[in-house]
Structure formats: C-alpha cells, structure tokens
C-alpha cells in the first residue's frame, strides 16, 4: 500500500495538485483531520472494484457532455454560468459538487463516488443537471454566506432534484441522487420529518446538517440525507402555484413563508406551534459553496487523466 500512495501521488496528484487540497476533497468539519496518504491508504483498496464503471463513465463524459450541456441551456436559456467544470476522482468526498479550485468557484464532479454510489447504474446527465441547476440557483437568486439555518440546504436541494426530476422522468431515485429506500422511509416518516424540521428553518446546528444532509449522518431513526426528500416534497407543494423560474427566485422571508408552510401541510397537523428561533449553531461552511457562482468566465472542462 505505501507503493501505491506514492505512485498516486507521483503520477495523479502531482500532476493536478489543486485537485488534491483540502478544501476540494477534505470531509466536512467534525470529522477527522484532513491526511491525503491517510485518504489515500483508505480509498485505493476499492478502486479495482469500480475501475470498469469509471472507464464507463469517463467514455460518457467524453461523448455526451456537450448534450448535456446543450439540453440544460435549452431548459434554461438564462444559464450564464461560463466556470470551469472538473471530472476528476474524489477519494470518495463527493459524487458532484461546488467548491473553490485555485481560489474560483468551480462545479466538479467524482467519477469514483458517483461509481460508488450508483454502481453499474451509473447515469452522469441527472446528476450534471442537479449540479448545474445549483450554479444556476445560485447565480439568479445570491443567498447569505453567513446563514446559520436548514432553509436554504432544504430549499436548494429540494430544487435541484425537482429540476433533474422534471428533465429526466424516467431516471431512478437513485440516478435522482436519491434512493429507494431514502424514498420509502422519507414517505413513511414524512409527517414527523416535517414538524422536526420546521425549528430548524430559524436555527440550526451543524449536526442537523450532516444528519439531514450528509452521507455521515449519525442518527439510525432517520435515512441519511433525508433532507433531500423532505425537500423535493416541500418544493413540490411550493410548486402548485408557481412556475420553475419562479420557485428560483424565492427568498428571504417569501421564502420561508413558502417553505414553511409547505413543512405544515406534510406534518398534517402535527405540530402547531410556529418554529422557534435563536438556536446557536455554526456556520454550515459546506453548503455555502452551492450558492455561489462566477458568471463572467468561459465554461472550461476539465477531465482529469494521469501523464
């Protein structure tokens, strides 16, 4: 093993060393602290077990990303995001995202988390159209760095898969970065989900965050990522009397007017009480990210391949 980190590093990382730091590929706070040969030595053993989807997938990159791309902007004819976009491996930290490469916002995209994750279902086109849809979110309607609640994750990431939802019918709740059984537990707890998160729409904690948000989430009553369900169904309800553009221009207090109403007509009565404010909670730095975006630049792909 201490052979392969080293030809790792000498062969990929050194080659795209950006790719490679902390803020790009390190887990979220509270967990343990960033060593890349750590992650390396942790990572590497599964690769051989995945290699063939990747080539698959690097080979759909290679012959469909200007479709993709295409399709979105003809969905979207306002998208005027010009970033660079990275297909590149994430030592598992993320299947798409947005993150700061070389101090710009960039979209990236991990090959072998997505291979992880979606095995030989593996579909890129759902997927690149949540991530850019976030990019586009973010560039029409700029949200609060400094937001310390679960309004705007519930809000975005419910969005997103609304949108790759309505670009692609027939994609599986997992294609949708959802899951089966996130799907089926999420409807059967709906109505308690719902009255739980409605506190957290003032304040929240970054536990929540990561249990509501996150792969890591640590609570066993709840599906991990559970969020992105609650979410789509929340947006879902907000979206009976608005269009798609509209539903991206929501903010502020309009925003959690709707969302918050959405969360008590799937609590179903539940709970009455309005939610409570001033929990005392850090700033939720990762999904700051999604939220910001730079117009003005050329889309630049980038497929990350070793020398």
Not at 144 to 155: F, G, K, V
Not at 191 to 215: N, Q, V
Not at 246 to 253: I, V, Y
Request: contains cysteine.
């Amino acid at each position: 093993m201490p052979r392969q980190v080293e030809l790792f590093r000498s062969m990929v990382v050194s080659s795209h060393p950006q790719l490679f730091k902390e803020n790009v590929v390190g887990r979220s706070a509270g967990t343990e602290p960033f060593s890349l040969d750590s992650r390396l030595r942790e990572w590497l053993p599964d690769l051989p077990r995945r290699i063939e989807i990747m080539r698959r997938l690097t080979h759909e990159i290679e012959s469909n990303l200007r479709g993709f791309d295409d399709s979105f902007r003809r969905a979207f004819p306002s998208f005027a995001w010009r970033g660079k976009v990275y297909f590149t491996v994430s030592l598992d930290a993320f299947d798409g995202t947005v993150r700061k490469v070389e101090k710009e916002m960039a979209l990236l995209f991990g090959v072998d988390k997505i291979a992880k994750i979606h095995g030989a279902g593996a579909s890129l086109e759902p997927l690149f159209h949540h991530e850019l849809f976030h990019v586009h979110h973010g560039a029409i309607t700029p949200q609060p760095e400094d937001d310390r609640t679960l309004l705007y994750p519930l809000w975005n990431e419910g969005l997103a898969v609304f949108v790759a939802k309505k670009l692609h019918p027939h994609a599986s709740w997992q294609q949708l970065v959802l899951s089966d059984e996130m799907v089926r537990r999420g409807a059967e707890q709906l109505p308690r989900l719902a009255c739980e998160l409605r506190p957290h729409l003032k304040g929240s904690t970054e536990a929540a965050f990561r249990d509501f948000f996150m792969g890591a989430g640590k609570r066993s009553d709840i599906p991990n990522r559970v969020g992105y369900y609650v979410g789509l169904r929340v947006v879902q309800e907000v979206a009976r009397a608005r269009s798609v553009e509209e539903l991206a221009r929501l903010r502020g207090k309009e925003l959690f007017i709707a969302v918050d109403g959405a969360l008590a007509r799937l609590a179903g009565g539940r709970c009455t009480s309005p939610p409570s404010s001033g929990i005392d909670s850090p700033t939720l730095d990762d999904r700051d990210d999604r939220s910001r975006s730079s117009p003005d630049r050329p889309l630049q792909v980038r497929l990350l391949r070793s020398p």
